[in-house]
């Protein structure tokens, strides 16, 4: 019990300092962030231009998967292409500017910026495609009230009052990350970890991707629990496809992506998750 509280207590600490500073410092510079040019940049003519500018605009929106959802529809609303909105569905939830630099302090920046690139990729791969295919037919007509945008220039209080809010709704996800993250430290046996979740078990990759789907485990949970699992000889392909398919897509978003698409956008979605995630964690497992 003493060795877990320790752990916890560790874990827990490290990434408080991290979290508050890393979101204080996003927070205050995004009064910098022209978020009205942006949107007609995303209207522009070159689609590749187009998806890298949403891939952008996603990594300096720190949303989860279902605060991205009222960016979608107030995107949608303003006639931005259905392939660059898509871009900007899938990249958003995982592409957290503060969750991917404690990513990188704590399992490393190599991992970081190829998670990174490789999430971007295909983001914009899935996204076409999905347009190709036609699926921009099942996107219903509905109308919501899109995000709040400030045009203030770094200003403490507003980077302080954008802190506590995202302290309020990220946080408690963080320390559950860090208690499960201690109590696999103290209570699971790291031979059992490496033996049945070791880096010969190729099958647990689409199992992890498919797992993570159900589960509501937000990315900033993800990263002290993958830290412990990883140090304790867990393959880094099933973690990392378990990773990007919870931050990617979980029950509460296929439920709100319901009122605004039609089930065959919404199985498409959730089957571009579960494909993303898992030639995701085989390009890990074979690195």
């Given at each position: 019990?003493?060795?877990?509280?320790?752990?916890?207590?560790?874990?827990?600490v490290e990434l408080?300092?991290?979290?508050?500073?890393?979101?204080?410092?996003?927070?205050?510079?995004?009064?910098?962030i022209p978020y009205?040019?942006?949107?007609?940049?995303?209207?522009?003519?070159?689609?590749?231009?187009?998806?890298?500018?949403?891939?952008?605009?996603?990594?300096?929106?720190?949303?989860?998967?279902?605060?991205?959802?009222?960016?979608?529809?107030?995107?949608?609303?303003?006639?931005?292409?259905?392939?660059?909105?898509?871009?900007?569905?899938?990249?958003?939830?995982?592409?957290?500017?503060?969750?991917?630099?404690?990513?990188?302090?704590?399992?490393?920046?190599?991992?970081?910026?190829?998670?990174?690139?490789?999430?971007?990729?295909?983001?914009?791969?899935?996204?076409?495609?999905?347009?190709?295919?036609?699926?921009?037919?099942?996107?219903?007509?509905?109308?919501?009230?899109?995000?709040?945008?400030?045009?203030?220039?770094?200003?403490?209080?507003?980077?302080?009052?954008?802190?506590?809010?995202?302290?309020?709704?990220?946080?408690?996800?963080?320390?559950?990350?860090?208690?499960?993250?201690?109590?696999?430290?103290?209570?699971?046996?790291?031979?059992?970890?490496?033996?049945?979740?070791?880096?010969?078990?190729?099958?647990?990759?689409?199992?992890?991707?498919?797992?993570?789907?159900?589960?509501?485990?937000?990315?900033?949970?993800?990263?002290?629990?993958?830290?412990?699992?990883?140090?304790?000889?867990?393959?880094?392909?099933?973690?990392?496809?378990?990773?990007?398919?919870?931050?990617?897509?979980?029950?509460?978003?296929?439920?709100?992506?319901?009122?605004?698409?039609?089930?065959?956008?919404?199985i498409a979605f959730?089957?571009?998750?579960?494909?993303?995630?898992?030639?995701?964690?085989?390009?890990?497992?074979?690195?």
């Amino acid at each position: 019990m003493l060795e877990f509280i320790k752990s916890f207590l560790g874990i827990a600490v490290e990434l408080t300092i991290l979290f508050i500073a890393i979101s204080f410092a996003v927070s205050l510079l995004q009064g910098y962030i022209p978020y009205e040019k942006i949107e007609k940049k995303l209207t522009g003519s070159n689609k590749f231009i187009a998806s890298l500018i949403a891939i952008a605009f996603a990594f300096i929106t720190p949303f989860c998967s279902c605060s991205t959802i009222p960016v979608v529809v107030n995107m949608l609303k303003n006639k931005i292409p259905f392939s660059i909105v898509m871009v900007f569905l899938f990249a958003s939830p995982v592409l957290d500017p503060t969750i991917l630099t404690i990513m990188g302090v704590v399992m490393g920046w190599k991992v970081t910026v190829l998670y990174t690139i490789i999430t971007s990729i295909f983001s914009i791969i899935i996204a076409f495609t999905l347009d190709k295919l036609g699926f921009e037919r099942h996107v219903k007509n509905v109308m919501m009230t899109g995000y709040e945008q400030t045009n203030q220039k770094f200003k403490w209080r507003y980077a302080i009052n954008e802190t506590i809010g995202l302290m309020k709704s990220v946080y408690p996800y963080l320390l559950i990350g860090a208690l499960i993250g201690a109590a696999i430290h103290g209570l699971v046996p790291t031979h059992f970890i490496a033996e049945w979740f070791g880096r010969d078990n190729w099958w647990l990759i689409p199992i992890a991707a498919i797992i993570g789907i159900p589960l509501y485990i937000r990315l900033s949970s993800m990263i002290p629990i993958s830290q412990i699992l990883i140090a304790k000889g867990m393959a880094l392909g099933p973690v990392m496809a378990l990773m990007i398919s919870s931050a990617g897509a979980s029950l509460p978003e296929v439920i709100l992506l319901k009122s605004i698409f039609r089930k065959q956008l919404v199985i498409a979605f959730i089957l571009s998750i579960v494909g993303m995630s898992t030639v995701s964690g085989f390009i890990f497992y074979l690195i």
